[in-house]
C-alpha cells in the first residue's frame, strides 16, 4: 500500500519568504508527527497531532513556525518570514496509534538562500 | 533532558565483516528503543525496536541488544554486504505516545 508522502521533494525559497510543506499520512493513521534534520543530525521532533488537534507542539522552534492538520489526515507544516537557518530536511512520520510504530515519508528538502 | 549519543560517527569496513555500532542514552527511563536506517534521499526505515522490558531483538544479520540500566544499546550486523552502506540512527521513546528522540546517527560504508 501507499506510505507517507511528502510534497514538494525539494524547495528553494529567499529568506523572508512563506513556505508551505504538506505530508499525506498512511490512510487510517490517526497519529501524524513533524521532525526536522539538518545535516549532519539526527532528526529532532517538532509537532505530533493526535486526529486533528495538536497533541504536542513543545518542538516548534518560535512562532514562526506553525502547522495545521484541519480533517485528520493531510498536515501542512507552515514556515513565515523563512530565515537561512530554516533550511533542513523536513521529515513526517504517522502511525495508526500512537504508541505504534511511526512510519517516515522521503522529507522535503527545504533551502532558505 | 533525554540525549542519544552514538559512536562511531562514521565507519568504513570490508564487506563481509560483523560489526557493532554503539548506542548510549543518559536518561536510562526509556520506553522503547530503536534502530533505524536512513538512505539518502529517503525516509527513515525501521530496523529492530526494543521494548523497555526486554534484551534484545534480532531480524536476519541484524541483532539489537539493550542494557537499559546502564544506558546503552549496540547494534551488531553479521556478514556486512556493500547494500547495508547506509546512515544508522538510534532513537528513544519515553513514554507511550511520546516523541521520538534520535541520535546523530553513524554513517557506515561497507568496501566491495
Known amino acids: 500500500g501507499a506510505g507517507v508522502s511528502q510534497t514538494p521533494s525539494n524547495k528553494v525559497t529567499e529568506k523572508g519568504k512563506y513556505v508551505e510543506l504538506r505530508c499525506d499520512p498512511i490512510?487510517?493513521?490517526?497519529?501524524l508527527y513533524w521532525y526536522r534534520q539538518s545535516l549532519g543530525q539526527g532528526p529532532e521532533f517538532l509537532i505530533y497531532?493526535?486526529?486533528?488537534?495538536?497533541?504536542?507542539d513543545s518542538g516548534l522552534p518560535n512562532d514562526r513556525f506553525f502547522a495545521v492538520r484541519p480533517e485528520g489526515s493531510v498536515s501542512t507544516l507552515k514556515i513565515q518570514r523563512t530565515e537561512r537557518g530554516d533550511s533542513a530536511v523536513y521529515l513526517c512520520?504517522?502511525?495508526?496509534?500512537?504508541?505504534?510504530?511511526?512510519?517516515f515519508g522521503p522529507g522535503t528538502r527545504l533551502t532558505v538562500l | 533532558k533525554q540525549e542519544v549519543t552514538q559512536i562511531p560517527a562514521a565507519l568504513s569496513v570490508p564487506e563481509g565483516e560483523n560489526l557493532v555500532l554503539n548506542c548510549s542514552f543518559t536518561?536510562?527511563?526509556?520506553?522503547?528503543l530503536q534502530w533505524f536506517r536512513q538512505d539518502p534521499g529517503k525516509g527513515l526505515t525501521s530496523l529492530l525496536l526494543?521494548?523497555?522490558?526486554?534484551r534484545e531483538q534480532t531480524s536476519g544479520r541484524l541483532n539489537a541488544s539493550l542494557d537499559k540500566s546502564s544506558g546503552r544499546s549496540t547494534l551488531y550486523i553479521a556478514a556486512s554486504q556493500p547494500g547495508d552502506s547506509a546512515t544508522y540512527l538510534c532513537?528513544?521513546?519515553?513514554?507511550?505516545?511520546?516523541?521520538?528522540?534520535f541520535g546523530k546517527g553513524t554513517r557506515l560504508h561497507i568496501l566491495p
Open positions: 512520520a504517522s502511525s495508526y496509534r500512537p504508541e505504534g510504530s511511526q512510519y
Open positions: 490512510s487510517g493513521h490517526t497519529a
Open positions: 497531532f493526535q486526529g486533528t488537534g495538536a497533541a504536542d
Open positions: 536518561d536510562s527511563a526509556i520506553y522503547n
Open positions: 526494543i521494548q523497555s522490558s526486554q
Open positions: 532513537a528513544v521513546t519515553m513514554n507511550r505516545d511520546d516523541k521520538i528522540i
